[in-house]
């Protein structure tokens, strides 16, 4: 059964920083693109970042609005992938999705919640 699990999100003010990692099972990590969506309220969900398989780490892309503060990495030793938000504004307040291919499927995980204060 192939599973995502987020974790680290919260409340930080404007400014600060935050690290989302999540975990998968159920795949063989190392070959797969993930990637990190967020959906703010009645927004539709949109990709934040994403990073390719590769063993140096992968390629990375990301939205304008979060480049030059967001990094995507990986460890696959550890089947997880990271998304540290640093200087964060109050419009990345959103919840925060990782998300994969497998068998031409998009996996979810169940989201975490990041609210950034002003």
């Known amino acids: 059964q192939v599973q995502l699990v987020e974790s680290g999100g919260g409340l930080v003010q404007a400014g600060g920083s935050l690290r989302l990692s999540c975990a998968a099972s159920?795949?063989?990590?190392?070959?797969?693109?993930m990637g990190w969506y967020r959906q703010a309220p009645g927004k539709q969900r949109e990709l934040v970042a994403t990073i390719s398989s590769g063993g140096s780490g992968g390629s990375t892309n990301y939205e304008d609005s979060v480049k030059g503060r967001f990094t995507i990495s990986r460890d696959n030793a550890k089947n997880t992938v990271y998304l540290q938000m640093n200087s964060l504004k109050p419009e990345d307040t959103a919840v925060y999705y990782c998300?994969?291919?497998?068998?031409?499927?998009?996996?979810w995980g169940q989201g975490t919640q990041v609210t950034v204060s002003s």
């Open positions: 159920g795949i063989i990590f190392r070959i797969n693109s």
């Open positions: 998300n994969v291919n497998w068998a031409g499927m998009p996996i």
